[in-house]
T-cell receptor, first 113, second 113 residues
Framework: EAQVTQNPRYLITVTGKKLTVTCSQNMNHEYMSWYRQDPGLGLRQIYY???????DKGDVPEGYKVSRKEKRNFPLILESPSPNQTSLYFC????????????FGNGTRLTVT | QKEVEQDPGPLSVPEGAIVSLNCTYS??????FMWYRQYSRKGPELLMYTYSSGNKEDGRFTAQVDKSSKYISLFIRDSQPSDSATYLCAMSGVTGGGNKLTFGTGTQLKVEL
């Protein structure tokens, strides 16, 4: 089954404790991206990657890191999480960039206390 | 003013009703228009995808794009309780800042028995 898999689904952590949210897709997609979804603000792009070893900032990249060492994986790293990063995070992938339909994972709900 | 405006609802309709969901936008560079459906605790899934102006029909769903008015719509005929979800519009195109995808904040729909 074609899918984007995120882990974990739920995560509660404390300020400053480094964490990684994993994302993997099995569709051989070139493009991968991370979004955060907040009430009233909708989906906002954090980082994206057009291909292996190619990453770029989205609209809200501060406080986040990503890497794309393999085509299928695109982890999101929070080096020093803060409470304002409490949010619902989605990984997405597409065949050919943002003009192609995006396939989303089921989300990671992060709470930073 | 947001680049993409979408009424958040909630919109409550009886089963069998025709539902109209709408988005307006300000950026005339948008060329690709999408509707995503998001169930609670799930990631968005693509519902409709259109390029430029015109109509597209898929079963009970019809997407309309009016680029002259910068207005897009999604119609759901014979609505069912299973259509209860949040509907996100999204649009993309090459702008001054490069190729950009922007989401609306979503309209929450509830179809009641």
């Amino acid at each position: 089954e074609a899918q984007v898999t995120q882990n974990p689904r739920y995560l509660i952590t404390v300020t400053g404790k480094k964490l990684t949210v994993t994302c993997s897709q099995n569709m051989n997609h070139e493009y991968m991206s991370w979004y955060r979804q907040d009430p009233g603000l909708g989906l906002r792009q954090i980082y994206y990657s057009m291909n292996v070893e190619v990453t770029d900032k989205g609209d809200v990249p501060e406080g986040y890191k990503v890497s794309r060492k393999e085509k299928r994986n695109f982890p999101l790293i929070l080096e020093s999480p803060s409470p304002n990063q409490t949010s619902l995070y989605f990984c997405a992938s597409s065949f050919a960039g943002i003009n192609s339909p995006l396939h989303f994972g089921n989300g990671t709900r992060l709470t930073v206390t | 003013q947001k680049e993409v405006e979408q009424d958040p609802g909630p919109l409550s309709v009886p089963e069998g009703a025709i539902v109209s969901l709408n988005c307006t936008y300000s950026n005339s560079a948008f060329q690709y228009f999408m509707w995503y459906r998001q169930y609670s605790r799930k990631g968005p899934e693509l519902l409709m995808y259109t390029y430029s102006s015109g109509n597209k029909e898929d079963g009970r769903f019809t997407a309309q794009v009016d680029k002259s008015s910068k207005y897009i719509s999604l119609f759901i005929r014979d609505s069912q309780p299973s259509d209860s979800a949040t509907y996100l519009c999204a649009m993309s195109g090459v702008t001054g800042g490069g190729n950009k995808l922007t989401f609306g904040t979503g309209t929450q729909l509830k179809v009641e028995l």
